[in-house]
């Protein structure tokens, strides 16, 4: 069974920094893109930033030049750099990725985390 499993959230002060990890187990062919997700309470899901396979990233407007997103393809790790993080910035924070399991037949599913708190507070 393909898990997605997100550590690294926490409390921190405005203009902090925390990184978030997202690893993937299980039985796993393939992975093409990953991302990073956030709800605030109140508000809908929303982008944060995408990863392809290759290293092609994409940004929401929001966070560009403060978050920067990576993943390590041998260890099947996905990672989100926050940095000058602010309050509104507060919210869970998903991992998402397609992935093509072993033994299901071919295609890609869409897989998520089960999400990690970050609240940026003084």
């Known amino acids: 069974q393909v898990q997605l499993v997100e550590s690294g959230g926490g409390l921190v002060q405005p203009g902090g920094s925390l990184r978030l990890s997202c690893a993937a187990s299980g039985s796993i062919f393939s992975i093409n893109t990953m991302g990073w997700y956030r709800q605030a309470p109140g508000k809908q899901r929303e982008l944060v930033a995408t990863?392809?396979?290759?290293?092609?990233?994409n940004y929401a407007d929001s966070v560009k030049g403060r978050f920067t997103i990576s993943r390590d393809n041998a260890k099947i790790t996905m990672y989100l750099q926050m940095n000058s993080l602010q309050p509104e910035d507060t919210a869970v924070y998903f991992c998402n990725a397609l992935i093509t399991p072993r033994g299901l037949g071919p295609g890609a599913r869409d897989y998520w985390g089960q999400g990690t708190q970050v609240t940026v507070s003084s």
């Open positions: 990863i392809t396979r290759g290293g092609t990233t």
